[in-house]
């Protein structure tokens, strides 16, 4: 409680430091916290919620759930793409455009699967799917050109036991849609795509 206290006793004298340089007295930024500055404040926090999503790397990304996955790696034009990333091996149950936010578990260490996925739970997120990754990387197609990003929320099992995710990363200078084994063990530089549950 100490330290979450010393940190925002410093966030708001930053904040007030910054009003006063800008020439607002302490009566104007007072009038914020009144009720008559709820309006203000409001406008203050939507625009610090925007900036944050820039730190944290948020990309809002409307999904298709009526395309299929071949469509789906049609219009994220990648220079090469796994021809098993098919509708037929991994089925998604949502339906309808759904506008969402994808954003990024970076472990920066090996991690398993599983261990991924419930370190995501803890924080209150799911693994993105298929249709979701897919969807991402149509929109921000040089996001993987940065380091390669894994979907394990869609699992595609392999007539020899095996099971498979959907990933994007580049591989010399080309952007591709790609399968990995779900019992890889990921390397640190691997990032896992997400979405609030």
């Known amino acids: 409680m100490v330290s979450a ?28 916290v009144m009720e008559n500055g709820k309006e203000l404040l409001d406008k203050i926090v939507d625009a ?3 900036a944050m999503k820039q730190i944290r790397r948020i990309y809002a990304v409307l999904v298709d759930f009526g395309l299929s996955l071949e469509e789906l790696v049609k219009l ?18 949502r339906k309808g455009k759904v506008e969402t936010e994808i954003e990024f578990f970076h ?37 993987q050109r940065e380091f ?13 036991g ?15 849609a790609v399968l990995s084994r779900f019992e890889f063990v990921w390397y640190g530089i691997w990032r896992f795509a997400a979405v609030r549950k």
Request: aromatic share 12%; hydrophobic share 40%; proline share 5%.
């Open 107 to 143: 472990f920066d260490r090996n991690i398993s699967s599983e261990e991924a996925i419930r370190e995501m739970d803890k924080a209150g997120y799911r693994p993105a799917e298929a249709h979701e990754l897919l969807a991402f990387g149509a929109k921000y197609p040089d996001v």
């Open 162 to 176: 095996d099971r498979y995710v959907v990933c994007l990363y580049e591989y010399d200078a080309e952007r591709r």
């Open 148 to 160: 390669p990003i894994a979907a394990l929320g869609s699992v595609w099992q392999y007539p020899d």
């Open 5 to 32: 206290a010393g940190w925002i006793s410093n966030l708001v004298d930053k904040i007030v430091g910054a009003l006063r340089k800008h020439g607002f007295s302490d009566e104007e930024i007072h009038a914020l």
């Open 76 to 93: 994220g034009k990648y220079d090469w793409s796994n021809p098993d990333i098919t509708s037929a091996h991994f089925p998604t149950r």
């Open 48 to 50: 610090i919620a925007e």
